[in-house]
């Protein structure tokens, strides 16, 4: 797997889970099957980590366009200030964190 530098790391070994699943389906052994059945948890755990990580960029990207709509409407109504919107929207922009357990973290 090719790392990108923005791209939020996987939390569980994926190649591990697929080898689990492909061992599982070709030997249909009791072992091989539970080895597949016990990834469950840890994948149904990674999607909910970037189910909140796709929200997050979701929310950021829809603050984003209303702070570029808000100062252009305001350049064009000849507030005095109007790139005020877009600083104070980067100034709140947040990263998210590693911790997907805490959902209040990447509004810190």
């Given at each position: 797997m090719t790392h990108r530098p923005h791209a939020p790391r996987p939390t569980l070994d994926e190649e591990a889970a697929r080898h689990h699943?492909?061992?599982?389906?070709?030997?249909?052994?009791?072992?091989a099957v539970w080895t597949a059945i016990a990834d469950i948890p840890l994948l149904l755990?990674?999607?909910d980590r970037l189910r909140t990580l796709a929200t997050w960029a979701r929310t950021e990207f829809a603050n984003m366009l209303a702070a570029a709509r808000a100062t252009l409407a305001a350049e064009r109504d000849g507030e005095d200030d109007p790139q005020s919107y877009l600083r104070d929207q980067i100034a709140a922009h947040t990263p998210p964190t590693d911790n997907a357990d805490d959902p209040e973290a990447g509004r810190r």
């Open positions: 699943l492909r061992r599982a389906l070709r030997d249909q052994t009791p072992l755990a990674e999607i």
